[in-house]
């Protein structure tokens, strides 16, 4: 997503207290009642990932059920994908020569199972890419979408028709993958928990959200405290009253679903994130979420339901650690920067089976690894079945 000093979703702009788009979504309003009606029915109160699912899933009127542009220059933050074909044509490279070398793989056909897949762009550059370089082999390569959302299928059938039924896909995860599982900033996208140490009490908060005076407010909860989050007694004196984090057990539940599904092969994530260590530093005291519109970012994270994009930075630890409980072993665990240049590296070992390096291509890798832009605050987490011996 778009470019804030390469610590957040990439965008162009400012810190701003507030926002108002110049062409307010007529839908605001009814989802702001929605919401309302739920926390009436909830009893005054809901936590702030149920007001976050809504936000930007409720049907016909959440964020990302609105229009397939919110991506790229046009839109409220940029990602990998939109820089250019150059992101999917690195995976599928990487896909071909190393993944596709491993030797449960190495025969057959070859499992390509992305969520969180937008409008199918992503899915389109990699396809390209693995069609152009396979020539008659390319049916080996199977593209499956795991989509819930009608709304978000039609815009990627719309792009990936010409693909025939070398694309297919379903709502939910397949029972056995031999192959691989790729997202790109899904797990950013999955509803958080937001917690606030309460330091007289030595205890976290869940932060709920209240409708109060035609506006939402945060609320407290009475939620028991994570029992992971146990703190060193040192720690917990002085670590500051409000201090804020985020918890997303629905990202790290997917990651497992995921890693249950895999029979061969591994699962890929590009994202923006840290490890539980570095969420209790001072730069993190007030959480990691926040509020996206027009490439710039706001901390007022209540206002605009369905204008926004609402997200956090993702728990690397976390997830990989459910990934190790399910038997994966980590093959890389290290910033997108890193990742991209080991397959260059392979390819510059493997001249002609990569496209020309034209200046277009230059500049999308410098965008994709400099820490000004992608190659820092992105991270790569790469987990399969078995060791993993092979180039890249």
Do not use: K
């Not at 926002?19 to 029915?41: V, Y």
């Not at 072993?329 to 390096?357: C, K």
């Not at 790569?380 to 890249?392: T, Y």
């Amino acid at each position: 997503m778009p470019n804030r000093g390469a610590s957040h979703r990439a965008f162009v702009g400012c810190i701003e207290p507030r926002m108002n788009p110049s062409t307010p979504n007529p839908s605001t309003g009814e989802l702001t009642e929605r919401i309302a009606a739920t926390i009436s029915a909830a009893g005054g109160v809901i936590p702030f990932s149920r007001y976050m699912a809504m936000a930007l899933y409720e049907p016909g009127l959440g964020y990302y059920e609105r229009s397939p542009r919110t991506v790229g220059r046009d839109g409220d933050f940029a990602t990998s994908v939109s820089v250019g074909t150059l992101f999917g044509e690195l995976l599928a490279y990487w896909i071909r020569e190393a993944v596709g070398a491993l030797p449960g793989l190495a025969s057959g056909p070859i499992d390509l199972v992305e969520a969180g897949a937008h409008d199918g762009r992503w899915a389109e550059d990699i396809m390209d890419a693995l069609e152009l370089a396979e020539g008659d082999e390319q049916r080996r390569f199977r593209y499956r979408i795991v989509e819930p959302s009608a709304l978000r299928r039609s815009w990627q059938l719309e792009r990936l028709a010409r693909f025939g039924d070398r694309v297919s896909w379903s709502d939910t995860m397949p029972d056995e993958i031999r192959g691989v599982i790729l997202s790109n900033e899904l797990l950013d996208a999955f509803p958080v928990e937001r917690w606030r140490w309460n330091a007289s009490g030595r205890c976290w908060v869940e932060q709920g959200v209240a409708w109060c005076g035609g506006r939402f407010e945060w609320a407290p909860m009475t939620t028991p405290s994570p029992p992971e989050w146990i703190l060193p007694g040192a720690l917990e004196e002085v670590l500051p009253d409000g201090f804020v984090r985020e918890r997303s057990p629905a990202a790290v539940a997917w990651w497992g679903a995921a890693s249950a599904a895999l029979r061969e092969g591994c699962l890929i994530a590009f994202d923006y994130g840290l490890e539980t260590e570095e969420f209790l530093t001072p730069a993190r005291a007030s959480g990691t979420l926040r509020a996206y519109h027009r490439h710039r970012v706001s901390d007022d994270l209540l206002s605009m339901p369905g204008e926004l994009d609402l997200t956090a930075h993702v728990d690397f630890s976390a997830v990989a650690e459910e990934g190790l409980r399910h038997g994966l072993s980590t093959w890389h665990r290290e910033r997108q920067s890193r990742f991209l240049m080991r397959i260059l590296e392979a390819i510059q070992r493997t001249p002609g089976r990569f496209p020309e390096w034209t200046p277009s291509r230059v500049r999308a890798f410098q965008t994709l690894t400099h820490p000004e832009h992608f190659g820092r605050g992105f991270r790569v987490l790469v987990q399969g079945r078995g060791p993993f011996s092979c180039g890249s």
